[in-house]
Antibody, heavy 115, light 107 residues
Framework: QVQLVQSGAEVKKPGASVKVSCKASGYTFTNYGISWVRQAPGQGLEWMGWISAYNGNTNYAQKLQGRVTMTTDTSTSTAYMELRSLRSDDTAVYYC????????WGQGTLVTVSS | DIQMTQSPSSLSASVGDRVTITCRASQDISNYLAWFQQRPGKAPKSLIYAASSLQSGVPSKFSGSGSGTDFTLTISSLQPEDSATYYCQQYNSYPYTFGQGTKLEIK
């Protein structure tokens, strides 16, 4: 069965960086991309970007350009999302999901940015 | 960016009822439209892709329709476990965007 298992919760100070991992299993990793979506407390879903697990091509949300990097490690079927220069409004649950139509989702990773 | 507008923002219905949620795109997205269910404290769950195709394992009480700019999600025979927030998302063109969500309460 398809599973996406994300890394644990993080607490970071403003200005720091965070890197969230998403380990995939149950399917051929390189046949699908990975989307990243975040959700601030009490808010809706926000699309952050997408990476092809086949060739590493990426597409990022304009508002995050320059602060976000998405990568994959095909040897371990793991995707990563790094967000730099963290601000308080980056506090959110971060989700990875399979493909562009996001048919399977990880359990979410809470990232708290606080001084 | 393509704006996705859902209506209503919230609704209340009784067990056994049928409800319809609408999602309107600010431009033509063909059928690149997905619907998700999110219960409190849980990750979103995919219900529908390509506007009307049911994800594997999702009960047939959920159905989607539409193309172009206007889409609907219909949930029939409501049960208490259908209480959740429902989101639409377009994946026709970057940046992919979500509707603001519709909170469904079961009376």
């Amino acid at each position: 069965q398809v599973q996406l298992v994300q890394s644990g919760a993080e607490v970071k100070k403003p200005g720091a960086s965070v890197k969230v991992s998403c380990k995939a299993s149950g399917y051929t990793f390189t046949n699908y991309g990975i989307s990243w979506v975040r959700q601030a407390p009490g808010q809706g879903l926000e699309w952050m970007g997408w990476i092809s697990a086949y060739n590493g091509n990426t597409n990022y949300a304009q508002k995050l350009q320059g602060r976000v990097t998405m990568t994959t490690d095909t040897s371990t079927s793991t995707a990563y999302m790094e967000l730099r220069s963290l601000r308080s409004d980056d506090t959110a649950v971060y989700y990875c999901a399979r493909g562009e139509d996001t048919d399977y989702w990880g359990q979410g990773t809470l990232v708290t940015v606080s001084s | 960016d393509i704006q996705m507008t859902q209506s209503p923002s919230s609704l209340s219905a009784s067990v056994g009822d049928r409800v319809t949620i609408t999602c309107r795109a600010s431009q033509d997205i063909s059928n690149y439209l997905a619907w998700f269910q999110q219960r409190p404290g849980k990750a979103p769950k995919s219900l529908i892709y390509a506007a009307s195709s049911l994800q594997s394992g999702v009960p047939s009480k959920f159905s989607g329709s539409g193309s172009g700019t206007d889409f609907t999600l219909t949930i029939s025979s409501l049960q208490p476990e259908d209480s959740a927030t429902y989101y639409c998302q377009q994946y026709n063109s970057y940046p992919y965007t979500f509707g603001q969500g519709t909170k469904l309460e079961i009376k």
